[in-house]
């Protein structure tokens, strides 16, 4: 069988297939699919859409896109809400649908309202594969991506290696879906899954249902996968009725035949709860090895476990009970239908009752938007990142966890193994959530009405400028050198400095603020230069920021050991080199402050950087194609439109 037909019995194959505008499908080489869903979450649509304005796209050309607003809502002046009346009138403006501040989390909210079997999502966050616990392909991207994918363009993205993951057996009581992500992290750890598919197989998965599904496939973006897919069965429909849309059901299963590039097993039955901790998501042990450690806060919430089974559970489980007098209990709720069915039907008396501390429906602390740990204090969080400082507090001990086992240790005051507070009742679940339709606004209808629309610009919305063309030969110094698995957290930190995201000279000042608090001063002073650093340079968010910023400062290439995915794309975006060590030893050949230089008059398979500081030349190789070449000699994918634009008359986005 080739390679090919191999990769059209996975339920992967079949979608991208069905989506191929471009390319053929061979494992490694670059394709073009047809998105048929987008959605932007505010701390990354601000730009994506100043963006798509740069461009002259003026209407969405998809299916459905939606912006949401849920990252950046506590409005402590004019900017939160000046960028949400910008994202107000852009909806208005563009066709989308508005998920207005406080109608819950962006994945959680696609899952319940639009995602869908079959069909493929591009959003401006990297926990879109949430929507492959319903079947959908959905791939996190930079904004910019999904500005283009919204106007009608193509998304380029490798054809992936499908990974079969093979689930048997049934979850023992009291342990969740969680442990099964955090298993499969613990095996292939938070670069495992790069240019990957992971795909659910086997009797295991029908025992799963689509929340559970969505928990995992949320998560599988902590390895770096390009996306997690589930098939689309009898749980599917079940899902689908409950939110009262069945009629978007289609079956979807890879072919009896099927042959995975890679395989996981994975027998439900064995599992027990897992943690992981900190500082990565990787860093799994099982709960009954941590079971010493002392808790200060417990917060349950986030893309990864708010849906109405995760905090039915916890309320079933806090019933009666009371949070320990020194710890302290959050709760996000993922969406504005979860909340309000908590309310109704009683679970929501029962958490408040029992001590939790009820928070909107938004991101919140995930995204260090407030509830930072104490000092030095041990936070057990549901969500799916816990990297150094992430939490707003830089020696705060975030440990991930189920549910079941965040709540456990609300109740002990310790890290607690949630099988020894007894077994937890049939979790009773309705058979239809009712959709909360107060905070979503309609697109517009017609096009006279979207005419009349004026964008709303607040003193902090600065407009994007194109970058200049690159030079041939890159000079400068090594303005900063990193350690491996350099997050996004560490680049562009998020938290308090969120409001900044659409105001780049001002995001600019904390670059790579928490490695080094002079890198900007430095950056400024030396005019640029590069940067060196280990492997999965730039793992986690998808936020283009992490790349624009560093652009802005002149930053010309990063020469690393290995990439993560989104960023690399991103770096292309913005006009930055990513280069890689063709002997990963050589990274011990260059120091912060070397002169470098490299010559990249030609596309090759190899660029040569010559080090002047030590008087070395070193072989760099690098991912690239000749389009993403020309991309980045035209000062990145902005510049570049603009410049095809100047020799065609039509901008390529319908
Ligand atoms: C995250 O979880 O890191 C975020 C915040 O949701 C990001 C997006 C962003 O930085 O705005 C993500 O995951 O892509
Ligand atoms: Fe929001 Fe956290 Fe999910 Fe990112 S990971 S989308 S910050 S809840």
Same mark, same amino acid.
Request: net charge neutral; hydrophobic share 35%; charged share 20%.
């Given at each position: 069988?080739?390679?090919?037909?191999?990769?059209?019995?996975?339920?992967?194959?079949?979608?991208?297939?069905?989506?191929?505008?471009?390319?053929?499908?061979?494992?490694?080489?670059?394709?073009?699919?047809?998105?048929?869903?987008?959605?932007?979450? +505010?701390?990354?649509?601000?730009?994506?859409?100043?963006?798509?304005?740069?461009?002259?796209?003026?209407?969405?050309?998809?299916?459905?896109?939606?912006?949401?607003?849920?990252?950046?809502?506590?409005?402590?002046?004019?900017?939160?809400?000046?960028?949400?009346?910008?994202?107000?009138?852009?909806?208005?403006?563009?066709?989308?649908?508005?998920?207005?501040?406080?109608?819950?989390?962006?994945?959680?909210?696609?899952?319940?309202?639009?995602?869908?079997?079959?069909?493929?999502?591009?959003?401006?966050?990297?926990?879109?594969?949430?929507?492959?616990?319903?079947?959908?392909?959905?791939?996190?991207?930079?904004?910019?991506?999904?500005?283009?994918?919204?106007?009608?363009?193509?998304?380029?993205? #490798?054809?992936?290696?499908?990974?079969?993951?093979?689930?048997?057996?049934?979850?023992?009581?009291?342990?969740?879906?969680? +442990?099964?992500?955090?298993?499969?992290?613990?095996?292939?750890?938070?670069?495992?899954?790069?240019?990957?598919?992971?795909?659910?197989?086997?009797?295991?998965?029908?025992?799963?249902?689509?929340?559970?599904?969505?928990?995992?496939?949320?998560?599988?973006?902590?390895?770096?996968?390009?996306?997690?897919?589930?098939?689309?069965?009898?749980?599917?429909?079940?899902?689908?009725?409950?939110?009262?849309?069945?009629?978007?059901?289609?079956?979807?299963?890879?072919?009896?035949?099927?042959?995975?590039?890679?395989?996981?097993?994975?027998?439900?039955?064995?599992?027990?709860?897992?943690?992981?901790?900190?500082?990565?998501?990787?860093?799994?042990?099982?709960?009954?090895?941590?079971?010493?450690?002392?808790? %200060?806060?417990?917060?349950?919430?986030?893309?990864?476990? =708010?849906?109405?089974?995760?905090?039915?559970?916890?309320?079933?489980?806090?019933?009666? &009970? #009371?949070?320990?007098? +020194?710890?302290?209990?959050?709760?996000?709720?993922?969406?504005?239908?979860?909340?309000?069915?908590?309310?109704?039907?009683?679970?929501?008396?029962?958490?408040?009752?029992?001590?939790?501390?009820?928070?909107?429906?938004?991101?919140?602390?995930?995204?260090?938007?407030?509830?930072?740990?104490?000092?030095?204090?041990?936070?057990?969080?549901?969500?799916?990142?816990?990297?150094?400082?992430?939490?707003?507090?830089?020696?705060?001990?975030?440990?991930?966890?189920?549910?079941?086992?965040?709540?456990?240790?609300?109740?002990?005051?310790?890290?607690?193994?949630?099988?020894?507070?007894?077994?937890?009742?049939?979790?009773?679940?309705?058979?239809?959530?009712?959709?909360?339709?107060?905070?979503?606004?309609?697109?517009?209808?017609?096009?006279?009405?979207?005419?009349?629309?004026?964008? =709303?610009?607040?003193?902090?919305?600065?407009?994007?400028?194109?970058?200049?063309?690159?030079?041939?030969?890159?000079?400068?110094?090594?303005?900063?050198?990193?350690?491996?698995?350099?997050?996004?957290?560490?680049?562009?930190?998020?938290?308090?400095?969120?409001?900044?995201?659409?105001?780049?000279?001002?995001?600019?000042?904390?670059?790579?603020?928490?490695? %080094?608090?002079?890198?900007?001063?430095?950056?400024?002073? &030396?005019?640029?230069?590069?940067?060196?650093?280990?492997?999965?340079?730039?793992?986690?968010?998808?936020?283009?920021?992490?790349?624009?910023?560093? =652009?802005?400062?002149?930053?010309?290439?990063?020469?690393?050991?290995?990439?993560?995915?989104?960023?690399?794309?991103?770096?292309?975006?913005?006009?930055?080199?990513?280069?890689?060590?063709?002997?990963?030893?050589?990274? +011990?050949?260059?120091?912060?402050?070397?002169?470098?230089?490299?010559?990249?008059?030609?596309?090759?398979?190899?660029?040569?950087?010559? @080090?002047?500081?030590?008087?070395?030349?070193?072989?760099?190789?690098?991912?690239? @194609?000749?389009?993403?070449?020309?991309?980045?000699?035209?000062?990145?994918?902005?510049?570049?439109?603009?410049?095809?634009?100047?020799?065609?008359?039509?901008?390529?986005?319908?």
């Amino acid at each position: 069988m080739s390679d090919e037909q191999k990769l059209l019995k996975t339920i992967t194959g079949k979608i991208l297939k069905a989506h191929l505008v471009e390319g053929e499908m061979v494992k490694g080489k670059e394709i073009g699919i047809r998105i048929d869903q987008t959605l932007t979450q +505010d701390a990354t649509g601000t730009m994506a859409y100043l963006q798509a304005e740069a461009l002259g796209i003026s209407k969405a050309q998809t299916e459905v896109s939606v912006s949401y607003i849920d990252h950046n809502t506590i409005g402590e002046d004019f900017k939160n809400p000046d960028d949400h009346a910008y994202l107000q009138s852009i909806a208005n403006k563009f066709g989308l649908y508005l998920s207005k501040a406080g109608n819950g989390i962006c994945h959680q909210v696609h899952l319940e309202r639009f995602a869908r079997p079959g069909r493929t999502l591009l959003g401006s966050d990297s926990h879109t594969p949430t929507a492959g616990g319903l079947g959908s392909i959905a791939i996190g991207a930079g904004g910019l991506d999904v500005a283009l994918a919204m106007g009608g363009r193509p998304f380029y993205v #490798k054809v992936p290696t499908v990974v079969g993951v093979h689930l048997t057996g049934k979850l023992k009581p009291m342990v969740a879906a969680k +442990d099964v992500i955090l298993e499969i992290l613990r095996r292939i750890s938070v670069k495992g899954g790069v240019n990957k598919v992971l795909e659910f197989y086997g009797p295991g998965v029908s025992t799963l249902t689509v929340p559970q599904r969505a928990t995992i496939t949320n998560m599988g973006a902590e390895t770096g996968a390009t996306t997690s897919i589930f098939p689309s069965d009898e749980q599917t429909l079940a899902f689908l009725k409950c939110v009262g849309r069945e009629n978007e059901y289609v079956e979807l299963k890879a072919d009896a035949d099927v042959q995975y590039d890679e395989t996981i097993e994975i027998n439900l039955s064995l599992l027990e709860p897992m943690v992981a901790k900190p500082h990565s998501p990787g860093n799994v042990v099982a709960v009954k090895e941590c079971t010493s450690i002392k808790v %200060d806060q417990v917060c349950v919430g986030s893309c990864t476990n =708010s849906s109405y089974e995760d905090l039915v559970t916890a309320a079933c489980m806090l019933k009666g &009970k #009371k949070v320990r007098e +020194d710890v302290t209990l959050t709760i996000s709720p993922g969406s504005m239908s979860v909340y309000h069915m908590l309310a109704e039907n009683g679970y929501l008396a029962d958490l408040i009752g029992a001590g939790a501390r009820i928070l909107e429906c938004t991101c919140g602390p995930c995204i260090g938007q407030g509830s930072a740990p104490r000092s030095n204090g041990v936070s057990v969080r549901t969500f799916n990142r816990n990297f150094e400082g992430r939490s707003g507090t830089k020696n705060g001990q975030i440990y991930l966890s189920s549910v079941q086992t965040a709540i456990a240790c609300a109740l002990t005051g310790h890290i607690t193994d949630p099988r020894d507070m007894g077994e937890l009742r049939e979790i009773p679940m309705p058979e239809t959530l009712r959709m909360k339709t107060a905070l979503l606004v309609k697109p517009l209808e017609t096009q006279e009405e979207r005419n009349e629309v004026k964008i =709303s610009y607040g003193p902090n919305i600065q407009p994007i400028e194109p970058k200049k063309e690159l030079p041939n030969n890159l000079e400068g110094e090594v303005i900063l050198k990193v350690e491996n698995d350099i997050t996004t957290d560490h680049i562009m930190p998020a938290g308090k400095y969120l409001p900044l995201r659409s105001n780049v000279p001002e995001y600019a000042k904390h670059v790579f603020e928490p490695c %080094d608090p002079k890198f900007h001063d430095r950056a400024k002073e &030396k005019n640029g230069g590069f940067v060196v650093a280990g492997e999965n340079y730039g793992q986690g968010s998808s936020r283009e920021h992490a790349a624009l910023c560093p =652009s802005y400062l002149g930053v010309k290439a990063i020469i690393a050991k290995s990439f993560a995915r989104i960023h690399l794309a991103n770096l292309i975006n913005f006009g930055i080199i990513p280069l890689t060590f063709k002997n990963a030893a050589d990274y +011990d050949k260059v120091a912060q402050g070397d002169k470098l230089s490299i010559d990249i008059t030609k596309f090759g398979g190899e660029f040569t950087l010559v @080090n002047h500081s030590k008087d070395a030349r070193i072989p760099l190789v690098h991912t690239l @194609n000749e389009s993403n070449f020309k991309i980045l000699k035209n000062g990145g994918l902005l510049s570049h439109i603009r410049k095809e634009n100047q020799t065609s008359t039509c901008c390529g986005c319908k």
